[in-house]
């Protein structure tokens, strides 16, 4: 990102950061001096109807676990800067975590992942998401190589072009460029709020405008974090 690509992040990462702070302790159902437990998990991730709308795309396939996704990069030092990853996220001291991914068609045009760990306390999970800034900002603007076990579970090979790291408060955004078959367009926003982390990566092979959607997702599912 450069010049005005730039500053448009900065500007929807404030939008963000504005729709976050609607749900105040103050004013949410939840107790503030409480803590999220697994058994919310499922209430903190976007339906496929939302996940749709959002993309302005059908997303009949669905595939979701009680774990985060596989992937390996010759970059482990740069953490999830790609996709929430088991390998980066067992780093961490985290309770339970649920991950769904949503893709239009095989080989798809379009492409949807959601991570939502939760954690013992506040403190771990705003641990975690100060180490994955740091790790990110390692690979900025840097090509990896990464292996992703595809939604068929195929192992694809492809190569990331990461984009500038942007960080406003607790929320931390990156956009690249995937190339394996196809070159696609993608964006990953990593929340942490109360006791949880939450991921959501967007890609696309038709657009930027159409990859980059992550941001419109977490408005979605950031508040729900103080319902929790």
């Not at 058994?39 to 976007?46: C, G, S, T």
């Not at 403190?123 to 900002?137: I, K, L, N, V």
């Not at 690979?139 to 406003?168: F, K, Y």
Request: with cysteine.
């Amino acid at each position: 990102m450069r010049g005005g690509e730039g500053e448009g992040m900065r500007s929807v990462m404030g939008a963000l950061s504005v729709a976050l702070g609607v749900m105040t302790p103050a004013t949410a159902t939840a107790d503030p001096s409480s803590n999220v437990q697994p058994a919310a998990i499922d209430r903190l991730m976007f339906s496929q109807r939302e996940a749709e709308r959002v993309m302005g795309a059908g997303l009949p396939n669905v595939q979701r676990q009680s774990a985060t996704f596989a992937l390996d990069t010759d970059r482990p030092d740069c953490g999830s800067v790609v996709l929430a990853s088991v390998s980066s996220y067992d780093r961490s001291p985290y309770m339970a975590a649920h991950s769904q991914a949503l893709w239009d068609h095989p080989g798809w045009f379009t492409l949807v992942d959601q991570s939502v760990a939760v954690f013992s306390t506040d403190q771990e999970a705003r641990g975690f998401t100060r180490s994955e800034a740091d790790r990110w900002r390692t690979c900025e603007n840097q090509t990896i190589n990464v292996s992703e076990q595809a939604v068929d579970g195929s192992v694809l090979q492809a190569t990331v072009d990461v984009r500038d790291i942007t960080q406003v408060d607790n929320v931390l955004a990156v956009s690249y460029g995937r190339n394996d078959s196809a070159y696609a367009f993608c964006q990953h926003v990593l929340l942490g709020e109360r006791n949880v982390a939450i991921d959501i990566r967007t890609c696309s092979t038709v657009s930027k405008s159409d990859g980059e959607r992550a941001f419109e997702l977490m408005k979605i599912v950031g508040p729900r974090v103080w319902e929790a």
